[in-house]
């Protein structure tokens, strides 16, 4: 059996993962030159922590992770305003949680990869097709690929998507902001963010640091705007967006790398009416992206991509596997989905009072019971549940 992965993410490399381990013949399509340097830091646990540990790649990650005491928020002057302890979040999760920047994850999932997987970096689509018994690929240089399946796992702007199922807008949802992240060296920075991941505690913007093990600090970025167009230059439109921030804000844009270097993207949810046409399907944020506001994007990815290949292995036909795999799989991310949506004016106020209450509830988690009940409202984990 012969698949073709178009995408070479967190849920596509899984995915290659899974089936590689099967012995299918499988090739990985990229159009980035290499692995992805660009990503923030994100709390990987849940469906996806657990596939995870069955692969065997939990000590990677965990060696790759950090080690983070507290999401503090802090106002203009750097000064605590509220926060919550990452031992409340383990023991909510049992500690079954690793914080890892994105690229990192990817890495590790790449280097997991066995050797019968082609992986080829710098390729761009042009066509795509599936029917009943099969479907292709044809590439810009003109190269056509036959397979058993072709999965479009390509994110939110899915190439395989737009060629296959129709243009972005009829799938993809813009939830009113914006986010970039982008990584920086700043010895201040670095010191007053140790072992904490810092927002400020402000309205309608936000940005965050992480301190890395290299000396660098990790920034992430997010604003609302009703506009989903990208601006031409990440940089510029950071420093115009968050120019008025006080703390250590203006440090990090006077250190912001170059254009190339930033990840900028709208914050969206992808909703795709039928996730498989024929022998071609999607997987991750090409067919549910839940947004950085739900959490879980990561874990949902690899989970997915791990219950997709489970299908393709065991189904009597690969559009069998592609149904059941749909069936068992959209109502776990369509909740998710939902949830996000309510979310919003906890994940970055919009007004002074909103603020207050985010401050009122994370100061309340030192309370007996409270902390349990909010961390579980954080992860998405249900009250009473044993599992993570």
Request: with cysteine; aromatic share 8%; glycine share 10%.
């Amino acid at each position: 059996m012969k698949a073709v992965i178009c995408g070479g993410g967190i849920a596509g490399l899984t995915l290659a993962r899974c089936l590689g381990d099967r012995a299918w013949e499988v090739v990985v399509l990229e159009k980035a030159p290499g692995l992805r340097t660009q990503g923030y830091m994100i709390d990987f646990f849940g469906p996806g922590y657990e596939a995870a540990e069955e692969l065997g790649l939990l000590p990677r990650l965990h060696k790759l992770g950090y080690a983070v005491d507290e999401l503090r928020y802090v106002d203009e002057r750097g000064h605590r305003t509220a926060g919550m302890t990452y031992t409340t979040l383990n023991k909510a999760l049992h500690g079954r949680l690793v914080s890892i920047m994105r690229p990192d994850l990817e890495r590790a999932l790449y280097e997991s990869l066995p050797g019968r997987v082609d992986v080829r970096f710098g390729s761009t689509l042009k066509a795509v097709a599936g029917h009943q018994d099969g479907a292709c690929v044809t590439l810009d240089d003109g190269t056509r690929l036959e397979a058993d399946v072709v999965v479009g796992a390509d994110g939110v702007h899915s190439a395989v998507r737009r060629l296959a199922f129709g243009e972005d807008e009829r799938y993809v949802r813009h939830l009113g902001f914006h986010t970039a992240a982008f990584v920086f060296e700043d010895a201040e920075v670095h010191a007053a963010c140790r072992d904490s991941f810092v927002l400020t505690d402000t309205t309608d913007r936000q940005m965050g640091f992480y301190s890395l093990r290299d000396g660098h600090v990790a920034a992430f970025a997010v604003h609302r705007t009703a506009d989903p167009g990208r601006p031409g230059d990440p940089r510029e439109a950071l420093r115009r967006e968050y120019g008025g921030l006080g703390w250590v804000v203006p440090r990090a844009l006077r250190a912001c790398p170059p254009a190339e270097d930033v990840y900028y993207d709208q914050v969206a949810q992808t909703e795709v009416p039928s996730w498989s046409r024929g022998c071609v399907t999607l997987v991750g944020d090409a067919c549910y992206a839940v947004s950085l506001l739900a959490g879980q994007g990561a874990s949902l990815g690899v989970a997915g991509a791990r219950l997709l290949a489970e299908q393709l292995c065991e189904a009597p036909s690969a559009v069998t596997a592609l149904r059941r795999y749909e069936e068992q799989w959209r109502p776990v991310v369509t909740q998710k989905q939902r949830a996000a949506r309510k979310g919003v004016r906890w994940f970055l106020p919009h007004t002074p009072a909103q603020l207050r209450a985010r401050r009122l509830a994370l100061r309340a988690a030192r309370l007996p019971g409270v902390g349990r009940y909010l961390a579980s409202a954080l992860t998405g984990k249900p009250r009473g549940s044993s599992g993570s």
